[in-house]
């Protein structure tokens, strides 16, 4: 058996921090702002069914794997594949999984945190009293105002990116433990009381039924890779920031339960906010398939009608920049931790460098949304036609490199990795649940990403395969 390291990072204090940590990583854009979006997009209860079914079988046992090879590596995501592949006797080309991850990281955050920025400008938009009493349309325009002007976004986009470096310059416990200790909780709480809302906003039938009543006729085979593709976005999964995270983890803290208790919590939030959403929408006889500016466009109706809502609104979105936050620090972390492990820098520097870069390729996004906002670089393709380059981003980070990475980090943990050094880091025994564990990764994810790949490229039509419809 292979010795264990230290990670010259430090460690999360206990197993709760890591949970707290990773679930803010998992909790953040992708459920509140990006899942009611693409639920709308493509057709809603069967798409709703196809990310739950893909958090159950392939997020969870990949998300296991990937703290079990950060924990075992205990260093960032680069050099935990090269030391864990030279450890199983592979190829030293593994660490170029640990690089594919440092480029999705920095591709996503480079966009995400333009979104963030959209956020952030909301929190002072509802403090201001802006959308009080204010009509769909009126909530509509001053959300084109917002993002017509690329200045305003580039300026929110600065500011969010500042933030995020401040935290990762400080480091495993002074930044990113603190920084989730009580934003996790009070987001849920907020959640909670918007779903109060729209239950009296007289939809909320109708929103349960779109979310929850899968109708498999409205849902394309892009459709289903775009579901997966979300599984591993909203869970962080498939770039190696819960790979980095699980670097911190304490030793004899239980990678299962943590990973089942962070999927479980990440869900239950994407739910909540889903049926926050979908009444208002209903209600106000808005658009599902609105696109990006969704929640931007129904929740401050919401707080400009009821009582106290501007404070709530406050609330909600600084909640909602608080939650990008502690994904975002994820996002940036294994570039973080790589270069101060190979390049020998501190820590403040190396988040300087990294977010420097990050905040540049940003601009690409902010122009996506007003002066490139007809420049569809690949509308030769038919599902990309309408695609800017901010939507081409999020494509190719959410639906193709992060099932990819997610395919190899299973590969990896089941067939390359020694099993007893699998079943020692797990520490769960050799019983059911590694053999249900080992299982999936070994076959069920790999199988199931190069099924919805494949059949979306259409080099084999599997719906057809199976008799189903289109
Ligand atoms: N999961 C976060 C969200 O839902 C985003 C995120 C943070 C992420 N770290 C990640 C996505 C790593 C993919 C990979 O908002």
């Known amino acids: 058996m292979t010795e264990r390291r230290e990670s010259i990072h430090g460690s999360w204090s206990g197993r709760l921090a890591f949970v707290l940590a990773a679930t803010g990583s998992a909790v953040g854009l992708g459920n509140i702002w990006k899942f009611p979006y693409i639920a709308g997009e493509n057709g809603g209860g069967a798409f709703v069914l196809v990310y739950l079914a893909c958090i159950a079988v392939i997020g969870i046992p990949i998300m296991m794997a990937e703290v079990m090879l950060g924990r075992r590596g205990r260093q960032s995501p680069i050099n935990t594949m090269r030391s864990l592949a030279k450890e199983a006797g592979a190829s030293p080309a593994w660490r170029w999984l640990g690089w594919a991850g440092v480029l999705a990281g920095f591709l996503i955050l480079s966009y995400y945190s333009v979104i963030a920025g959209w956020a952030l400008a909301y929190v002072f938009r509802a403090a201001a009293g802006t959308f009080t009493g204010a009509t769909a349309e009126g909530i509509a325009s001053i959300f084109e105002q917002l993002t017509g002007d690329p200045e305003r976004l580039l300026a929110w986009h600065t500011l969010f990116m500042v933030m995020t470096m401040i935290v990762v310059a400080r480091g495993v416990r ?38 929850f009543t899968p109708d498999f006729s409205r849902i394309s085979a892009n459709g289903v890779l775009i579901a997966m593709g979300h599984a591993f976005f909203t869970l962080s999964l498939g770039m190696g920031a819960i790979m980095v995270y699980g670097s911190y983890l304490p030793e004899r803290a239980s990678i299962a339960r943590s990973s089942i208790t962070i999927a479980l919590l990440d869900t239950l939030v994407a ?37 106290g809502g501007a404070l709530f609104g406050t609330l909600f979105f600084l909640l909602l920049v608080f939650a990008a936050w502690t994904s975002a620090i994820s ?14 820098m501190t820590r403040v520097c190396a988040s300087v460098y990294a977010g420097i870069a990050t905040w540049g390729f940003g601009l690409l996004s902010i122009f996506s949304f007003n002066a490139w906002a007809d420049f569809k670089p690949l509308s030769f393709i038919p599902i990309f036609e309408n695609y800017t380059i901010f939507k081409l981003l999020d494509y ?16 990896f943990s089941a067939w390359v990795m020694k099993r007893s050094d699998s079943v020692q880091e797990l520490d769960m025994g050799d019983g ?14 790999p199988v199931a990403v190069l099924v919805v790949f494949l059949n979306v490229t259409g080099i084999v039509n599997f719906a057809r395969l199976f008799g189903l419809g289109e």
């Open 174 to 211: 002074g930044g990113l433990e603190q920084a989730v200790r009580w934003l996790v909780p009070a987001l849920f709480v907020l959640l909670i009381m918007l779903d109060g809302y729209a239950l009296a906003s007289g939809a909320f039938d109708q929103g349960l039924e779109f979310l």
């Open 396 to 411: 190719l980070t959410a639906n193709i490199m992060l099932p990819l990475g997610g395919l190899f980090i299973a590969l």
């Open 331 to 344: 996002l940036i972390e294994p570039a973080v931790a790589w270069l101060v492990e190979n390049k020998g």
């Open 271 to 307: 739910l909540l906010a889903g049926m926050a959403i979908f009444p208002i929408v209903f209600a106000n006889g808005l658009e599902p398939g609105s696109g990006a500016g969704l929640i931007f466009q129904t929740l401050p109706i919401a707080f400009g009608h009821m009582p």
């Open 432 to 445: 059911a649940g590694y053999v249900v564990w080992h299982l999936l990764v070994c076959y069920v994810t």
